[in-house]
């Protein structure tokens, strides 16, 4: 599976930013699908995650701000951020794994397989 990440850019506090990830190469329905992100100096870190029969998961930071969705017709996967701070700021990659070795580890970027390359969010104060 291979995955393109795309729809950063710089916006001010306050604003939003729909980010989508395009996958092709694999059947995209059967996959656990996640957001992480990586600050400056920082490890990436868990931000969203689709679970498959399952649901949607977020870090307590962006709770009722982003929303996780996926569109299997299209193999795409998006994160909506809206009221964004600057503490939002980071590269923010999509991934996606198997939902037998992710299970109740979906915050642990290891257990993914495939990366999308990152997309640079800036929110600026």
């Known amino acids: 599976v291979q995955l393109q990440a795309s729809g950063g850019g710089l916006v001010q506090a306050g604003g939003s930013l729909r980010l989508s990830c395009a996958a092709s190469?694999?059947?995209?329905?059967?996959?656990?699908t996640a957001w992480f992100r990586q600050a400056p100096g920082k490890e990436r870190a868990f931000v969203a995650v689709h679970r498959v029969y399952v649901g949607t998961y977020y870090t307590d930071s962006v709770k009722g701000r982003f929303t996780i969705s996926r569109d299997n017709a299209k193999n795409m996967v998006y994160l909506q951020m809206n009221n964004l701070k600057p503490e939002d700021t980071a590269v923010y990659y999509c991934?996606?794994?198997?939902?037998?070795?992710?299970?109740?580890?979906?915050?642990?970027?290891?257990?993914?397989?495939?990366w999308g390359q990152g997309t640079l969010v800036t929110v600026s104060s």
């Open positions: 190469g694999g059947t995209f329905s059967n996959y656990v």
């Open positions: 991934a996606a794994g198997f939902p037998g070795i992710i299970s109740g580890t979906y915050y642990r970027p290891e257990k993914y397989d495939y």
